[in-house]
Structure formats: C-alpha cells, structure tokens
C-alpha cells in the first residue's frame, strides 16, 4: 500500500473549527465535531469504498468515525472482518468486529481495511483542526505511569531507548520493539548483555508494582517480556522520541 499526505483544506472550510477531514481516492468528507461518517462498500454509507470492482471481501459497512473534543472515535462495524489504525509512525491498533478505538495521541492516521487477495484500501483521516495544539506535556522520567519512582541508570536508559525506537520511528508491522541482538548492536554491546540488563530492569519494575511488568511471574518466565516493557516505556513517557535521537549523539 502506498500511503500518501492529503493536502491540507484551505480558504472558507478552514474557518469551520473543529472538524477532521476524511479522504479514499477522490473521495473526501469534512466532518464538524459531534458528526460521524459511515464507511464501507454499501451503496448507503457516506465514504464508500472497495465498489469499484465491487470487493466482496469487505463489507457494505465497515467503520465509523465520529468527531470528539479533542479526537476521532473510530468503530469497526464489521461482523467478521477486522480494522487497523494505522499511525504515520507507532505501533498500528487491531480493532476486532464490533471493537472501537479514539485516533489520540495520533492527529493523522489511516484506518485500513483488507479485502480479497490482501489488497489495503486506507482511509486517511487528519483530525490536526479538531485536537488544540496544546503543549506537549514533559513526563517525569524518574517515575513510572502510577506514579512509582524509577531510577533508570544511563545504560538502562540507552538500552531501553534501542528497544523501543522501532515502535517511536516506524508504522504498521514494522513497529515492533527491537531484537536483542539490534539493542546490541544500536548501543554497541552483546545481544545477551542487553537481554540481562532489559530483563534486570524488568524485574526492578515488577516488583514495583507496574501492572502490565507484574504478569511475568515466575511461571511465565520464558514468555517475551519485551513488548510489555517497551509498552510501558512508551505510555509512561519513560522513553521518547528525544531519547532515541541521543542514541546517536552518542554513536
């Protein structure tokens, strides 16, 4: 799939605040806060798409966006075929049949749907004009989400910055957290000294109290950690995308 930047709406339209507009091919809604749009392959819905051909794969009514104060609550309507948020850059969010999702933090994101034979068809939506530009809150990084004080050593810190920066930089199936051996490499130390470290700190976490760091007890010690860890790293403000550009200054 080839995604693509919807020029931004100028002159007379730009004077409706708030609004997000929605975009397929030639196809393109404005939506004022409070309206939702359906979209789908049915003849009804107000952004149609995957009719021309017809695409049976996809359904007459695949998803809905409705306008919020500050974001778009996307639905996937569907009663058997799944939806993704896909971000510009981060992690991309599966949303099951009948599972909805807001666009926040994202302000510019693809909702993607797959029909026959794997072909995407992406919706784009850019909801810059509805989210205030607000300044961007600093987080703490000496504490964790709840609040638990954190101490992060400098190697932690790099280490967990080469962990997340896959899921800070890239989009869709790529956003994932890094190998072992692409923390080591990143910050020049072996793949099993990153994974000691990342596991030590893991551990330092969960006996914190972290929530999500807690479920790796003892019997699921041979379970992957690192996408849990990088999550945490990530929604906390623990590791941004600041600490991932130092990871060069100091190459």
Known sequence: MTEFRVPRQRGPVSMVLPYAMVSHGSGRRMLSLGQELTIGRGAGVGLRIAHQPADDHVSRLTATLRTLEDCVLVQNRSVTKQLVLRPLVGAQRLLEPGAA??????????????????????????????TPDLPVPVADPERTVDGTAIDLTTQQRRLLAALCEPMLTRTGAQAVPATYRQVGLRVRCSAGYARAVLRRLREQLAAQGVASLVAFSLEKVYEDFRPALARWAINSGTITAADVRALDARA
């Open 101 to 130: 999702t807001t666009s926040m933090p994202f302000t510019e994101f693809f909702v993607v749907v797959t029909g026959r034979f794997g072909r995407e068809y992406a919706v784009h939506v850019d909801v810059h004009d509805l």
